[in-house]
């Protein structure tokens, strides 16, 4: 029986990076591989309860505890927050986003998890102020992942030119990480992302993007670019596992060359330990995205997959609608 459905493309790239975040958070921030592969001989490493146990004689940071497996991060939070923006709005409304922002991750707010820092720099901007008072930039000078959380909403939404599209991404990223490090990891992914909707050819998309990486990141990502095999492992020691993108794209765009199914992707990702959800969010919603232009009957989302992401039904929903 076909454990798979078939998704537009579109729809799989948001559900791909919702999917991916919550698939990695149980291991999520904890940075020793080896003991990553010590769980995985006996429990797996996709959907895994935060268990401190795990991170225990272990170099990692255990984040988590109250949440169950099929929970987010704070980067799935927002990726989500967006859709549900999108599809209250019909379109991206920067007050009404930073109003939502802020009635969600603040103070009394239904999130309830850990706040990075950007997201806390961005709470203590927007919290003082009423909204005809935001600021366009709202964010920190901050580069690490939560630039990245709601691009893939925002690009398998737009419908217009990537230029345009480049210029709401750099608007919306500036929103939570005012960086142009952050704003540039996130050009070059939305581009990437944009082009295999469009049915570019994974490693077409992954090259012609590389101008919008600026210039720390585009020679990261091609040395990235120029392995032959998939070693997850070895990139994060190369590049970094932490939540900085200058670290992860080029793990991303590495493992998105080599893996040639969704669920490969994801493991592969998990297995390269430290900020596994940060990554996710793009690395799952371009893989997903390619996989549904690929089609075959193994290629997409596992259907056992989407049913433990614990916001489906909201998810799906929500992707109905924009």
């Known amino acids: 029986m076909n454990s798979n459905i078939r ?26 591989p080896a003991r990553i592969a010590q769980i995985e001989k006996t429990k797996g490493i996709t959907f895994l309860s935060p268990n401190d146990d795990n991170y225990a004689d272990a170099k990692g940071f255990f984040a988590h505890a109250n949440k169950l497996a099929g929970d987010s991060s704070g980067y799935g939070e927002a ?22 922002y802020r009635g969600y991750f ?21 919290i003082p102020l009423i909204p005809d008072n935001f600021p366009e930039q709202s964010g920190a000078d901050d580069d690490q992942f939560a630039a990245l959380a709601t691009v893939p909403v925002v690009t398998a939404t737009h419908t217009g030119t990537q230029a345009e599209l480049l210029d ?15 704003v540039a990891a996130a050009k070059y992914t939305a581009s ?10 994974i490693s ?22 120029q392995t032959e095999t998939l070693d997850s492992v070895a990139m994060a020691e190369r590049f970094g596992s932490a939540c900085h993108v200058l670290e992860g794209i080029p793990i991303v765009a590495h493992i998105l060359k080599h893996t040639s199914n969704y669920r490969e992707t994801i493991e592969a990702n998990i297995r390269a330990s430290g900020d596994s959800c940060g990554r996710a969010i793009m690395l799952g919603a371009i893989a997903a995205a390619k ?11 596992p259907l056992g997959w989407l049913t433990k992401y614990r916001k489906i039904s909201v998810a799906a929903a929500a992707c109905a609608t924009v």
């Open 7 to 32: 998704l537009t493309p579109r729809t799989a790239a948001i559900l791909g990076a919702l999917v991916a975040d919550s698939a990695a958070l149980g291991l999520h921030w904890l940075y020793d």
């Open 291 to 301: 996989a549904e232009q690929a089609g075959g009957e193994t290629s997409s989302i």
């Open 192 to 201: 990437v992302l944009f082009d295999v909707i469009n049915g570019q050819p």
């Open 106 to 126: 603040g103070p009394g707010g239904e999130y309830i998890g850990y706040i990075d820092s950007p997201t806390r720099q961005t709470l203590h901007t927007l």
């Open 168 to 182: 709401k991404i750099d608007q919306v990223v500036r929103l939570t990480n005012n960086n142009d490090d952050a």
């Open 79 to 100: 990726c989500l927050l967006m859709l549900k923006h999108y599809e209250k709005h019909g379109q991206f409304k920067r007050i009404e986003y930073q109003s939502e």
């Open 204 to 225: 077409q998309a992954l090259t012609d993007a590389l101008p919008l990486a600026g210039e720390k990141l585009a020679p990261l990502l091609e040395q990235a670019l």
